[in-house]
């Protein structure tokens, strides 16, 4: 199928559309109304799905319809590229105050186990596709719209050298979206393939957003002590 890559990155930009006009958090992010409090919240939430991320992507291939060898090869150096990135987010927190230890001791949100909980059962009992909206949608995002979520949040107040996990997916993440472009050009064949893999996308991104929107509300909670008197 002919600008795969094309067609998914048109039908995201209708998904977060609905999502932008339809979640009272994510309308407050876009209106730079995030404070530190809430930011610590996703950060804290980003560190433990992105910890399990690389051992995702490299699951998958066990699932794919054919034996791929191109696409493992660059699905395992891909995972691999990822590995560590959820000490990033640890980092940043570090950085604006919060104690290492509590974060590593602590559990995810519902809502982030359920972002990890969906796409390993879709690969494992539905489809592979499904995965492949998943990750365009946690790595489409960033590129498009890492800059500005780190603008507004340095207009909060938030020190600029706490953006490091955002900064670095803002840049990495467009040389992964080349390599989104070989997968869909290889492996997307027919309309039945596209279908999955928006319909990975769409959960995926409902999901993302659901853990977002906890991690705030979260955030407000457990890192107001760091807001500013």
Not at 125 to 140: D, V
Not at 141 to 147: A, C, E, F, I, N
Request: glycine share 6%; hydrophobic share 40%; net charge negative.
């Amino acid at each position: 199928m002919a600008k795969v890559f094309g067609q998914i990155a048109e039908y995201w930009g209708e998904v977060m559309l609905e999502i932008n006009e339809s979640n009272p958090w994510i309308a407050k992010l876009n209106a730079g109304e995030i404070d530190i409090s809430h930011y610590c919240g996703a950060l804290k939430e980003t560190y433990h799905y992105a910890g399990n991320n690389p051992q995702i992507q490299a699951f998958c291939t066990m699932f794919f319809p054919e034996n791929e060898r191109k696409i493992i090869k660059m699905f395992y150096k891909h995972a691999i590229s990822e590995i560590g990135h959820d000490l990033v987010a640890l980092e940043d927190l570090i950085v604006l105050g919060v104690n290492k230890q509590d974060i590593i001791n602590s559990k995810p949100l519902p809502e982030t186990a359920a972002l990890n909980a969906y796409i390993l059962y879709m690969i494992q009992f539905k489809h592979a596709f499904y995965y492949l909206g998943y990750l365009f949608h946690l790595e489409y995002m960033p590129v498009q719209t890492g800059r500005a979520t780190i603008e507004k949040l340095v207009s909060q107040g938030i020190p600029k050298e706490a953006t490091k996990f955002l900064e670095e997916h803002s840049t990495i993440d467009i040389a992964h979206n080349k390599m989104m472009e070989v997968y869909l050009d290889t492996l997307i064949k027919t309309e039945g393939d596209l279908e999955m893999v928006k319909e990975g996308l769409y959960y995926s991104a409902r999901l993302h957003t659901n853990t977002l929107a906890s991690a705030f509300e979260n955030g407000e909670r457990e890192f107001c002590h760091l807001k500013k008197q």
